[in-house]
């Protein structure tokens, strides 16, 4: 499937909420602004294959593209702070189209629906006359809006990463998987850093250069490739498939899907920063999920991306 730019108003009011609190930064993307482009391989592992017709899935190794990003809307934020980290994959399949997988360091998400992550963005506005965030404003809005806890729980202890290459990175979102067969199973998608995950204390992240995550991979890659497992969780019949506040059970069973190696930075940096990375674009044999956010954010990136291909 293709993702076709679309806008609606909400999704303009919230990437104008999203400038109000990051800025806004000519040619940079609304959110996960610094980012870097790595060439990689995918190479499935073959147990997926019975679950879901997707060429990625199958028995071929694809090329893909990986973007690591730090969260904020500004392009300067530091490194070694605790912040949100961004994993986008695009899976290059053999007819020639592509296929994302967008994933960051939290394991569910701070908002169920468009509308409260609005709220949400409104919350964290700051003061104009203090200049800062109100924390009463979003301890409102967390009582106001109490499944979004657990995220703001993962927020608080989100780990200063090592590496780019030794953060778990969750999709959050589920995703419905169908078979040759025309069976349909929901599922949901984590990268493992083969090193499993390595964190900083908060005084070595202090003493990081501003921007170290991104010559501290290109430095690992001499040494070889870096690795990651795509591990996807199988939903049970009653678990939520449209809330992205709600993980599922810890015990649901998990098929490894395949491996992903990745070898050297792209060559052609500015040309993937200029491609979108959106979770909704999906191929034969995956589908959405209701997730009314999962649908949101494909309008939400192609407003982003109308801004800062104008470089606005
Ligand atoms: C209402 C919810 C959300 C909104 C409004 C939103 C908004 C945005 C925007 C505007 C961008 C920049 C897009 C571009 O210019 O290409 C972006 C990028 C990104 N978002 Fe979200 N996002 C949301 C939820 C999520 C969730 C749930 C995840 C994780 C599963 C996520 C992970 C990312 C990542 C990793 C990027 C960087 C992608 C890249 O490297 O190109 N976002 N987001």
């Not at 924390?135 to 657990?150: F, G, K, M, S």
């Amino acid at each position: 499937m293709t993702s076709q730019p679309t806008t609606s108003t909400l999704a303009v009011d919230v990437v104008d909420g999203m400038e109000r609190i990051s800025g806004a930064y000519p040619g940079y993307r609304r959110a996960h602004a610094r980012g870097v482009c790595f060439d990689a391989t995918f190479t499935p592992s073959g147990d997926a294959a019975g679950l879901t017709t997707a060429a990625h899935l199958q028995h071929a190794q694809v090329p893909a593209t990986v973007r690591f990003s730090n969260s904020n809307g500004s392009p300067h934020t530091l490194d070694g702070a605790r912040a949100g980290r961004g994993m986008a994959v695009k899976f290059h399949l053999p007819d020639g189209t592509a296929t994302d997988l967008v994933a960051v360091n939290l394991p569910v998400f701070l908002a169920s629906t468009p509308e409260n992550f609005l709220n949400l963005l409104a919350a964290l506005e700051k003061d104009p006359i203090t200049g800062t965030t109100d924390p009463a404003r979003l301890a409102a809005y967390i009582q106001h809006n109490p499944e979004a806890a657990a995220g703001f729980q993962a927020v608080a202890t989100m780990p200063i990463p090592v590496s780019y290459g030794t953060v778990r990175y969750w999709a959050i979102h589920a995703f419905e998987w169908t078979s040759a067969a025309g069976q349909s199973r929901f599922v949901r998608y984590r990268w493992e850093p083969d090193t499993g995950p390595l964190d900083l204390s908060e005084v070595d992240g202090a003493a990081q250069e501003p921007e170290y995550l991104t010559g501290e991979l290109v430095r690992r890659l001499v040494d070889g490739p870096v690795g990651f497992t795509l591990r996807v969780q199988l939903a049970e019949p009653g678990d939520p498939t449209d809330d992205a506040t709600k993980a599922w059970p810890a015990d649901r069973e998990e098929i490894v899907a395949g491996r992903l190696e990745i070898t050297a930075p792209s060559a052609d940096q500015e040309r993937w920063a200029g491609e979108i990375f959106d979770p909704t674009r999906v191929t034969d044999g995956i589908a959405l999920s209701a997730d009314p956010i999962l649908a949101f954010r494909h309008d939400a990136y192609a407003v982003s991306y109308d801004r800062r291909s104008h470089n606005a």
